[in-house]
């Protein structure tokens, strides 16, 4: 630093030197006049380094203002010749640059740019204030002075307090300095204003300057005076504003501060906003115009104004009530499914008849696979209507359906509000996929925000956090989507028309494979339905044998696993690849699901029964065996409250009708009885289970076998009685899927089978008990 020679200037009365080697601070679209002070923002990684070099070593830097802004490392051609000196007062790390607060100190024009490692440095020339003390400058000082006190006074936007600053600007150096950082002029004019050393030649611009601008003022001032008798408030804002724009582009003096405020105003009037948001939005627009625009809470108030302005208030889509057409659109997409189409097709029905009628909450209750979320696509490609969706899997912040409210960093709208944005539509179908499955803890339960939200009484007045004001949810079409209803709770439940979608048949699985699946798997692997065919026979036995589901999903993944074989020979050179008769087990492995459940019934305290579980209706199990010792029953197979109850009252029941059954009394005295429910690693419960358990305890202390070809369900009483159960229809599905003819049911049940597929009815046999010996004597016959 000694090499380098030095000027020496007064600053604030006291004679500094300053080095002739600075280091260059690039700034954009801005210009920094010695005697002002200037905030700046500091980002680029050489700009940064060079105000800490500055600010550690002589507390000086070098501001050269760009050419052209969008420049990201400028050279000594992308920058301006003259420049500020000026001093890093302050000087905050915001993490992601600096922020800087400077004071321009004297002029200096541009020598030549340094290299100088991971910063820009430059050599500079000093120049010093020219002006002869002569009665013409004093003149043009008093005139500037004057002209400017009366500008203030003229335009509302300046503060009253400029006015005293400038009376107590005696020098005029400092007063046209001040006066040019401050005026609406051009940055090419303010250039030329910083590059002219001459105070007089200074002077006289401004004074040409300010003529203009009151003049200017003078005639916005006479317009809003003239159009405030003849018009409401609303429409006078917006004419002044538009005479102010046109005064402002004549001049060539736009302020990008105004020009993002008229956006936001103009965006205001072509949309039909509530009047309640409406003064929000004219409100929070000009807390912004107060705002300077370095300020952080500017930007805040703008990402909420886009908000409000981006929302679907009075965008919503034309229902397509051509009830053929969506009858059509349903039937390509998805097999069966009757009860739901035409749900659909009576919603839309009404529609013809009601010009607005509330849309009604769905709720599509089946297994993994069998198309609930893809049905909403299908509704909405039918209607003509958007569609969105959101996973609820999971989810356990109230806020995450509400959104955070503005006064935390970051925060937005909850989901609801989000998607009916990127929507652009008030009336979307809008999936809540997984509502089973939403969670709660301490920061609040999303099952009760979303009652406001499935509630056609109250969702048209939807308040979301964020927001703050008040939305129509109405003409949303809602579906939600689970896999079980006992997990979601009742008030949510109560809200919604429940539509169960139960599993498929071996048939509608078939049906679903040759005309969606397979079709759909050939197209993704590139192959021709020329080219690549497989056999019903092949497909039905992926079904039985390779699958065994209430959906569809795993058939898709096996018949995705063939066509990829056929694509392997198809590249090693086969012109056409046919699946029929094949051993399947070469080319998918051994069959993961055989129909052997005869052979598992082998001996006396087994027996089969029917059981419902989120993914399905199930086969299972229940053994018994009797052990010598205490009177004991031993339960086995993570069995839960009720189902252990079932069996207790199974044992009650065969002991105090030991003798008509002929079971000798004395048994029940020196025997432990153990009953074990397999597979013992998944948790079983419900009373469904109790007819089984009677059975297999029969079974076992009478000596005699269950039938080997009867699987059975119902739950069962101290007297006798057998009681219905729910999910009749799953199970039955799941007995016809393994090859079961015959089912016990509850008397009660004999209704549930108009659910039922007629070719299932049709393929098996049932019946139907309403007294638990009725039960044993079907099932433990005594030839067994």
Known sequence: MSDIP??????????????????????????????????????????????????????????????????????????????????????????????????????????????????????????????????????????????????????????????????RLNDPARLADLVAFGANLSLEDKMLLLGEPDVLARLRVLIRHLMREIRVAQVSRDFAARAADDLDEGKRKTLLREQLRKIQDELGETDEQVVEVDELRVRLEEIALPENAREVVDREINRMMAMQSHSPERAVIRTYLEWILDLPWDQETDDNLDLLHARKILDEDHFGLERVKERILEYLAVRHLVDDPRGPILCFIGPPGVGKTSLGQSIARAMGRKFVRTSLGGVRDEAEIRGHRRTYVGALPGRIIQNLKRAGSRNPVFILDEIDKVGNDYR?????????????????????????????????????????????????????????????????????????????????????????????EVLLRLIEEYTR??????????????????????????????????????????????????????????????????????????????????????????????????????????????????????????????????????????????????????????????????????EITLRGKVLPVGGVKEKILAAHRAGIKEVLLPKQNEKDLEEVPVEVRDSMQFHFVDRSMEAIMLAVPSDG
Do not use: C
């Open 549 to 714: 589901e209430a959906g569809v999903r795993n058939l898709q993944r096996e018949v995705a696993a063939l066509v990829r074989k056929a694509a392997l020979r198809i590249a090693e050179g086969q012109e056409q690849v046919k699946f029929e008769g094949e051993n399947l087990s070469e080319l998918l492995g051994p069959p993961r699901f055989l129909q052997e459940f005869a052979e598992r019934q082998t001996r006396a305290g087994v027996s089969m029964g029917l059981v419902w579980t989120p993914v399905g209706g199930e086969i299972v199990f229940i053994e018994a065996t009797r052990l010598d010792g205490k009177p004991l029953l031993r339960l086995t197979g993570q069995l839960g409250d009720v189902m252990r109850e079932s069996a207790e009252a199974a044992l009650s029941y065969l002991r105090a009708n030991a003798e008509d059954l002929g079971i000798d009394s004395a048994v029940f005295e020196k025997s432990e009885i153990h009953v074990h429910v397999p597979a013992g690693a998944l948790q079983k419960d419900g009373p469904s289970a109790g007819v089984t358990i009677l059975v297999t305890l029969a079974s076992l202390l009478t000596g005699r076998k269950v039938r080997n070809d009867l699987a059975m369900t119902g």
């Open 6 to 167: 030095i000027h020496k200037l007064e600053v604030s009365g006291e004679l500094v030197e300053i080095p002739t080697e600075l280091p260059l601070l690039p700034v954009r679209n801005t210009v920094v006049f010695p005697w002002t002070t200037r905030p700046l923002n500091v980002g680029r990684a050489r700009s940064v380094t060079a105000v800490r070099a500055a600010s550690n070593e002589s507390g000086y830097i070098a501001i050269l203002t760009q050419r052209n802004p969008e420049v990201e490392n400028p050279t000594s051609h992308d920058v301006y010749e003259d420049g500020t000196i000026a001093k890093v007062l302050q000087l905050i790390d915001t993490g992601v640059g600096l922020s800087v607060v400077v004071m321009g100190v004297a002029r200096f024009r541009l020598i030549e740019v340094i290299n100088a490692g991971e910063m820009q440095k430059v050599r500079i020339e000093v120049r010093p204030e020219r002006l002869d003390q002569t009665a013409e400058a004093e003149a043009a000082r008093r005139t500037v002075q004057r002209l400017a006190k009366e500008l203030v006074t003229l335009r509302d936007d300046l503060p009253d307090e400029l006015v005293e600053m400038l009376d």
């Open 444 to 536: 609040g339960d999303p099952s009760s925000a979303l009652l406001e939200v499935l509630d056609p009484e109250q969702n048209e007045t939807f308040s979301d956090h964020y927001l703050e004001l008040p939305f129509d949810l109405s003409p949303v079409l809602f579906v939600a989507t689970a896999n079980r209803t006992d997990t979601i709770p009742p008030p949510l439940l109560d809200r919604m028309e429940l539509i169960e979608l139960p599993g498929y048949t071996a048939n509608e699985k078939l049906e679903i494979a040759r005309a969606f699946i397979l079709p759909k798997q050939l197209e993704a692997h590139g192959l021709e339905p020329e080219v690549v065919q497989i056999a019903d």
